[in-house]
C-alpha cells in the first residue's frame, strides 16, 4: 500500500542554519504531496504542496521539489528561525484515476528544534 | 466561522463509556475526514465522506467506532465502550476539490483521554 517515510527527528539547529528534512513515499496512482506543520499546541497546517511532478510548492521560504524519479519530496529552508520550531509532517494523496480525492497518509513526523 | 470547528477540546471519561465527538467543516466543502493522532501511531486515517456517497470507513480500527454525517455537513465521531488505547487527539478536516484541489483543512481536534 501507500507509504510516506520521513527522516526521524528530532532535529535540533542554530538559527539561521540550512535545514533540510528528508521525505520519500510510495504510490501506486498519481499523488499529491504536502508538508503539514503543528507549531506547539495548535493544530496542523499545510505548509506546501504539489500536485505533479517536478512541481515545486512553497511557503514562508520553505521550498520541496516533487521528484518523480526519486520518489522524495524533501523539505528545505535556506536559514531557519527560532519561530520555525514545531514538527514537520509529510504526506500523501492518492488520487484514482479521474481526479477522486482520497485520504491523507502521513509520515511519522519529524520535530525540529532552532536554538537562537 | 472561516475554519473547521470541533467540540469539544477536551473530553476526560472512564473506561467503557460511549463518547460521541462534532466536527463542522468549512461551510460548502464537500469532503469530511476524521484523522487520530496518538504518540505510538501518529497520525492515522479513519473515516472519509464525500458528498452522498458511501463513506470509506476503512480505517476504522474497530466496530466501536462509527461516524455519520448529517446533510452533508456536520459530522459525528462516536467511541462505544472506550478503552484506554482511545486515548489520542481526534482531528477532523475538510476539502473542496473545486476551490482547492487536494488540499485538506485541519480543525484544532479533540483531546479525548481514557481513564
Known amino acids: 500500500g501507500d507509504s510516506v517515510t520521513q527522516m526521524e527527528g528530532p532535529v535540533t539547529l542554530s538559527e539561521e542554519a540550512f535545514l533540510t528534512i528528508n521525505c520519500t513515499y510510495t504510490a501506486t496512482g498519481y499523488p499529491s504531496l504536502f508538508w503539514y506543520v503543528q507549531y506547539p499546541g495548535e493544530g496542523l497546517q499545510l505548509l506546501l504542496k504539489a500536485t505533479k511532478a517536478d512541481d515545486k510548492g512553497s511557503n514562508k521560504g520553505f521550498e520541496a521539489t516533487y521528484r518523480k524519479e526519486t520518489t522524495s519530496f524533501h523539505l528545505e529552508k535556506g536559514s531557519v528561525q527560532v519561530s520555525d520550531s514545531a514538527v514537520y509532517f509529510c504526506a500523501l494523496s492518492d488520487r484514482e484515476y479521474g481526479g477522486s480525492q482520497g485520504n491523507l497518509i502521513f509520515g511519522k513526523g519529524t520535530k525540529l528544534s532552532v536554538k537562537p | ?115
Do not use: M
Open chain 2, 1 to 115: 466561522g472561516a475554519g473547521v470547528s470541533q467540540s469539544p477540546s477536551n473530553k476526560v471519561t472512564e473506561k467503557g463509556k460511549d463518547v460521541e465527538l462534532r466536527c463542522d467543516p468549512i461551510s460548502g466543502h464537500t469532503a469530511l475526514y476524521w484523522y487520530r493522532q496518538s504518540l505510538g501511531q501518529g497520525l492515522e486515517f479513519l473515516i472519509y465522506f464525500q458528498g452522498n456517497s458511501a463513506p470509506d470507513k476503512s480505517g476504522l480500527p474497530s466496530d466501536r467506532f462509527s461516524a455519520e454525517r448529517t446533510g452533508g455537513s456536520v459530522s459525528t465521531l462516536t467511541i462505544q465502550r472506550t478503552q484506554q488505547e482511545d486515548s489520542a487527539v481526534y482531528l477532523c478536516a475538510s476539502s473542496q476539490y473545486q476551490i482547492s484541489g487536494d488540499t485538506q483543512y485541519f480543525g484544532p481536534g479533540t483531546r479525548l483521554t481514557v481513564l
